[in-house]
T-cell receptor
């Protein structure tokens, strides 16, 4: 399978714990995105990488959230001191920058569902 | 700011019925518009897209036309199947890499 993969698929944690999610993009894609999707809502943009550089962060990404893409391949999203409001589906997407931005297509992974108790 | 509004669901149809899911947008500049579909337990998949006014995106029997005058991108299919049951998301991107999505519309097709 050469699509975007995310691990774990599900995570249950207690409030105050730290969690880390991993995303492996499509191999030739140099852009990587994180989105958050809460129940009954569409995905909301969190952050975006081009290669290893984090180029944009949403105001939704509080200081407790940090994302990395150290070698321009896989990415991790860490949430420190989780809160119940962090419960959501965290989606990763990737794209290839070889076309004009309006022509790009983002390919999404299956998501990591987080439940904070 | 940029935003997308789509009709609330669930939409319940019988097999072979005609489908319309309404989507309107607010955007500065000239956005690209798209529809993604999310089947149960799977990630979002691009269904179709249109990058300029009057373009028609189509795929798997689904169509949507980019109407700048009405700022709309309604999704249509002439004859739905049970396998089309999913959540459909309308969205846009306007010169940045950030996608903006609507809240999604759940479609249920009954045999």
């Amino acid at each position: 399978d050469t699509g975007v993969s995310q691990n774990p698929r599900h995570k249950i944690t207690k409030r105050g714990q730290n969690v880390t999610f991993r995303c492996d993009p499509i191999s030739e894609h140099n852009r990587l995105y994180w989105y958050r999707q809460t129940l009954g809502q569409g995905p909301e943009f969190l952050t975006y990488f081009q290669n290893e550089a984090q180029l944009e962060k949403s105001r939704l990404l509080s200081d407790r959230f940090s994302a990395e893409r150290p070698k321009g391949s896989f990415s991790t999203l860490e949430i420190q001191r989780t809160e119940q409001g962090d419960s959501a589906m965290y989606l990763c997407a990737s794209s290839f920058s070889g076309v004009a931005v309006l022509q790009e297509t983002q390919y999404f992974g299956p998501g990591t569902r987080l439940l904070v108790l | 700011g940029n935003s997308v509004t789509q009709m609330e669901g669930p939409v319940t149809l019988s097999e072979e019925a005609f489908l319309t899911i309404n989507c309107t947008y607010t955007a500065t500049g000239y956005p690209s518009l798209f529809w993604y579909v999310q089947y149960p337990g799977e990630g979002l998949q691009l269904l179709l897209k249109a990058t300029k006014a009057d373009d028609k995106g189509s795929n798997k029997g689904f169509e949507a036309t980019y109407r700048k005058e009405t700022t709309s991108f309604h999704l249509e299919k002439g004859s739905v199947q049970v396998s089309d049951s999913a959540v459909y998301f309308c969205g846009l991107t306007s010169g940045t890499y950030k996608y903006i999505f609507g809240t999604g519309t759940r479609l249920k097709v009954l045999a």
